[in-house]
């Protein structure tokens, strides 16, 4: 075996080893890394050649997890891994977002990459290494990759950056981003933060790129030790170079008119761009009559992709030379945006926000603690209190197809606009939130639509978010000498640009972020411009969100679950539940609410929630009075449960009896309980006294009744007056009475109790 192993230093001190030769070595390309105690297997295969017709990158990265790698059992009635979680699929994005711009334009064979999870402690997060162990897989292998990259998280803790941070140090960050890039440039940013200035994400992103340099050059020499430095020949595309001028010549002017006209509606300049390439199909087949219909179909597919270029050139012409975008717009303007909330009576929020040809139509539901969202991960063991769930379905672009639940794509939108609004939720809110997006309309900028709706819909509900939040995509065009920063992209601009810088915030800063960049070499002083000009855009949009909508609602609506949160002692829990939980079962049926109960160190937190205040006002009463500790001098009202020859057994607070003695009924003599009370009887009573050592409680009736006529004055005679008895005589001192005699009494006859 020709092991290689490589080790490279975080800017704390601690390593991380890359290690190939030793495992999976039939796969193209293999490493294992290592941190700590936390392991990864990256391996890397592409097919020999492409599939005909492919002029696209074919790549597919996986991210999996396994349960052993915790010492763990995957639950489940299988017990075995399933398909992969939101997680998994995120952190396989991170890495395909960084990897795929950097595959030659000409190579299209198919290329899978998986990198498995097969040692963690908890302590190093494992996410933040799979880009790297991905690239040097392919530097190990003979693909051709024009990398390498790494990629790693930059927290902010205590006001310093810490590069791929603890789980522990990330908890306590209000700054969590994540970065891939080669040596030279960035390509790939996403992260969340707590309202961060433009200038706090560019420091991160320099600590970042500092931070993947030399991992880079390590890569670069393991490609050599390995001797993987020549990567394998490949020919996946077939040009006709006259044929690329013809259509270039043919079509250019008539495309950069239709670029220049500033046509609004995305079809109808989709309709013109189509119409350029088909009648150029048409007059080149005249042209060539003597071509096969084989021969013409292949020409036809080469005319796809040498227009594609054409219209590409002629998009990004018009805006580098004159200014203008596709739809009319200059760089810096926003497309014409309303708003509308409340336009559904059945959720608890909603809203619609449209901007150009984008709009999201978002609805906001309140539950309980039975509705969070239970994590059973390999490192993480958690409930979500706020989910945000985002649908592209096909009608929303006027594809006639079907919808296939919810892809890769879904996710990772849902995923930024989760992040972008998570942090504005008050702080303890008692409900689980459940925001959805369904994107309507879509041309660039839903997943910006859906942060915009999403505040809407939560301030429609009533909840108090602690500020809005607007988010805006920004592209970028350039040709290495001019440049143009573009606000509010529109999804050609997406497609044919060079960037897409997705930044979310409030008034006060950033709250999260997404960047992809298809070039190499983009300037900080770019990336900057991009930042202001996205933080004057994303206040252009609150000014509107304001005026739909100054602030939250001061209440729920009628149909949304109030709820109640009491804290109770630990000890009382046990109470409230009841023997199999005959106790809480009850309160909720009598009340009609729904009550969850959580155990939070030495306390126990009860959430209460209803549709309406009676139920709740029930149901806390009930608790209230179970939880309450009985005070010695207060008065109940209690049901007699049991009768007994020396009293009766009063239940005076839920699950508390107390003994009703005989002489405590009345104030009058009583030789039998059942001639007052009965089971069943409702009585008051107060509660005299609680015994120190047994805890027993003991009540009295008589105390809260009236004194008969003349009880007091005939107490009082019986008494009689005191006599003055005069001074004490001495009686001189104590005589000895001698021993007295011991009488044998025998036993002592048995005494019936006339108490408990």
């Given at each position: ?25 039939q ?58 979680s ?143 430095e ?52 048409l ?25 594609h ?50 709009q ?15 994590i ?52 303890n ?31 429609d ?21 001019k ?29 999260a ?102 139920s ?45 003695h ?18 069943g009887?409702?009585v ?73």
């Amino acid at each position: 075996m020709n092991v290689i192993k490589k080790t490279v230093e975080l800017p704390d001190g601690r390593t991380i080893s890359i290690e190939t030769g030793k495992l999976a070595k039939q796969a193209d390309g293999a490493v294992m890394l290592t941190m700590g105690n936390t392991m990864l297997l990256a391996t890397v295969c592409a097919a020999k050649d492409a599939v005909p017709g492919t002029d696209f990158m074919p790549l597919q990265v996986e991210y999996r997890e396994k349960f052993a790698a915790a010492g763990r059992f995957p639950g489940g009635f299988t017990k075995r891994e399933g398909k992969a979680s939101d997680y998994e699929i995120l952190t396989c994005r991170l890495v395909d977002r960084a990897l795929r711009p950097l595959f030659p334009s000409n190579y299209h064979a198919e290329v899978y990459v998986n990198v498995i999870l097969y040692s963690a402690d908890g302590v190093d997060m494992p996410d933040a290494l799979a880009g790297f162990a991905a690239s040097a897989a392919l530097a190990v292998s003979d693909i051709p990759f024009e990398g390498p990259i790494s990629e790693v998280r930059v927290a902010r803790v205590n006001g310093e950056y810490v590069v791929n941070p603890t789980f522990a140090q990330l908890e306590q960050a209000d700054m969590d981003i994540m970065v891939g890039a080669t040596e030279e440039n960035i390509m790939m940013v996403e992260g969340e933060m707590k309202e961060v200035t433009e200038q706090d994400l560019l420091n991160a992103l320099k600590v970042a790129h500092e931070a993947i340099k030399p991992m880079c050059r390590l890569q670069k020499e393991l490609e050599k030790e390995a001797g993987k430095e020549v990567k394998r020949e490949y020919c996946h595309e077939v040009n006709d170079e006259d044929l690329r001028e013809e259509v270039k010549k043919a079509c250019y002017d008539a495309a950069y008119r239709i670029a220049q006209e500033g046509n609004r509606d995305k079809h109808a300049r989709e309709d013109a761009f189509m119409e350029i390439r088909e009648n150029f199909k048409l007059s080149y087949a005249e042209a060539h009559a003597d071509l096969s219909e084989d021969e013409l179909a292949e020409k036809n597919a080469l005319i796809d992709r040498y227009y594609h270029d054409v219209e590409r050139d002629a998009m990004r012409r018009c805006v580098l030379d004159e200014g203008k975008r596709l739809d009319g717009r200059a760089t810096t303007d926003i497309r014409p945006i309303w708003c509308e909330v409340s336009p559904l009576p059945g959720p608890h929020g909603s809203a619609i926000f449209t901007r150009g040809e984008t709009q999201s139509l978002s609805t906001c539901t309140l539950g309980t603690k039975l509705d969070e969202k239970i994590i059973d991960e390999v490192l993480d063991q958690s409930k979500m209190r706020f989910l945000l769930h985002y649908n592209f379905p096909p009608f929303s672009t006027g594809e006639a197809k079907a919808s296939r639940g919810v892809g890769r794509r879904e996710v990772g939108h849902g995923n930024l606009a989760h992040r972008a609004l998570k942090r504005m939720l008050p702080d303890n809110y008692p409900y689980t939130v459940r925001v959805v997006s369904d994107i309507l309309e879509s041309n660039g900028s839903s997943s910006m639509a859906t942060v915009c709706a999403g505040t809407l819909a939560l301030m429609d509900a009533g909840i108090p978010i602690k500020k809005p939040v607007t988010g805006i995509a920004m592209g970028l065009i350039t040709d290495n000498e001019k440049y143009a920063v573009l606000s509010d992209i529109l999804g050609d601009e997406d497609h044919l640009g060079d960037m897409d810088f997705k930044v979310t915030g409030t008034v006060d800063g950033i709250t999260a972020t997404q960047m992809d960049i298809k070039v190499d070499g983009l300037p900080y002083e770019i990336l900057e411009k991009a930042l202001d000009q996205a933080r004057r855009g994303r206040l252009h949009i609150m000014n509107i969100i304001k005026e739909t909508l100054p602030e939250p609602r001061p209440d729920l609506k009628p149909h949304a679950p109030r709820m109640v949160t009491l804290t109770v002692d630990k000890d009382q829990i046990g109470a409230i539940i009841g023997p199999g939980g005959k106790i809480i079962q009850d309160i909720q049926e009598k009340s009609g609410a729904v009550i969850v109960i959580e155990e939070v160190g030495n306390q126990g937190i009860v959430d209460i929630a209803a549709t309406n205040a009676g139920s709740i006002e029930i149901a806390v009463a009930r608790i209230k009075a179970i939880a309450c500790k009985p005070e010695v001098g207060e008065i109940y009202e209690g049901v007699v449960k049991t009768i007994t020859a020396f009293g009766a057994f009063v239940e005076f607070l839920p699950g508390k009896d107390g003994l009703l003695h005989v002489s405590e009924i009345d104030h009058k003599r009583v030789e039998k309980v059942e001639d007052v009370l009965k089971e069943g009887d409702r009585v008051r009573v107060k509660l005299i006294d609680i015994d120190p050592k047994t805890g027993k409680f003991k009540l009295s009736r008589k105390v809260l009744l009236p004194k008969p006529e003349g009880m007091e004055q005939n107490e009082r005679q019986n008494r009689g007056e005191r006599q003055d008895r005069g001074e004490r005589q001495d009686r001189g001192p104590r005589q000895d009475r001698g021993d007295r005699p011991h009488r044998d009494r025998g036993p002592r006859p048995e005494r019936k109790e006339n108490q408990e």
